[in-house]
């Protein structure tokens, strides 16, 4: 029997070889390397987040440039840097992905909401300030704030994952106790008394709606006619927040305060990035 000293593999141009060193010669032998297949990355959730929001932003830049009616997942998969695969890893369609972007733009408001809601005034001036961080925030994102509506229908609804809806509800639940919260803070401070036929919910939802509507219908998109002519929509919302506040007896009332100038410096106060932004884009607001 021959005694095998030595077995040593060596690689020449990517080809393994063996060199065998028994007792009384030395045989060289070649073979084949074997692809090894490489397992996937596994990425982390911090990882998939992050390829998440990448596709996000890509939808919410093709929402800007050709609208919301135009975004569809092949045009989002050619601008993006992962295969079809991967994409729909994340999002089970359009819908999904539209319901995705509108959690983001609820996320984004939440925040400006929530630095109303901490600022340190009366509830009154805090919601006439809610109403202008909802503004600004129009301003800045319009596609955002166009894509929180559509993503409303029961078309996008019905077809978003259970995972993103739960989300969705979370959000909301958040951007609404901002909301909820300056209503009964004026409440405990007696500034502000219920109707008898209203709960918070349904004052909290008018306001909403009268912003809502001054804005759409006053901001540079919808097309002009001579219903809004000369009509600025910071300055029409101020008019229409004061109007709804009086008409309910939330203290201190128009003719006894002027709400302006107090607007003004909390605005520079609590969004002076927003700000800054807005100027950059040639927009400043204009209460005159």
Not at 189 to 200: A, F, G, K, R, Y
Not at 261 to 278: K, N, R, S
Request: glycine share 4%.
């Amino acid at each position: 029997m021959v005694k095998i000293i030595q077995i040593t593999f060596i690689c020449i141009d990517k080809n393994y070889h063996s060199l065998i060193i028994d007792e009384s010669s030395v045989t060289f032998r070649h073979f084949q390397k074997r692809e090894v297949m490489t397992p996937p990355k596994l990425l982390d959730e911090s990882a998939l987040n992050e390829r998440e929001q990448k596709i996000i932003t890509v939808a919410i830049t093709l929402i800007q440039r050709f609208g919301i009616e135009n975004l569809t997942m092949d045009k989002v998969v050619m601008q993006v840097p992962f295969s079809k695969g991967t994409v729909y890893k994340h999002f089970t369609g359009k819908e999904d992905l539209l319901l995705a972007i509108s959690n983001h733009a609820i996320d984004v408001l939440s925040d400006l909401f929530y630095r109303v809601y901490k600022f340190k005034g009366c509830a009154r001036e805090r919601m006439l300030l809610l109403n202008f961080s909802y503004l600004i925030y129009a301003i800045l994102y319009p596609e955002l704030f166009q894509t929180v509506i559509c993503a409303k229908s029961q078309s996008v609804i019905g077809k978003s994952s259970e995972r993103r809806l739960n989300e969705h509800d979370q959000l909301e639940v958040k951007l609404l106790t901002a909301l909820h919260g300056i209503v009964e803070d004026g409440l405990a401070e007696n500034s502000l008394t219920l109707p008898e036929h209203m709960n918070i919910q349904q004052l909290c939802f008018a306001n909403w709606s009268m912003a809502y509507g001054a804005i759409t219908l006053l901001s540079g998109e919808v097309e002009e006619c001579s219903g809004r002519t000369d009509l600025i929509v910071e300055r029409e919302l101020f008019n229409h927040s004061n109007l709804l506040f009086d008409g309910m007896g939330w203290q201190p009332l128009t003719k006894d305060k002027k709400h302006c100038t107090e607007l003004t410096i909390a605005l520079q106060g609590l969004f002076p990035q927003e700000l800054a932004l807005m100027k950059e884009k040639g927009r400043q607001l204009n209460f005159n």
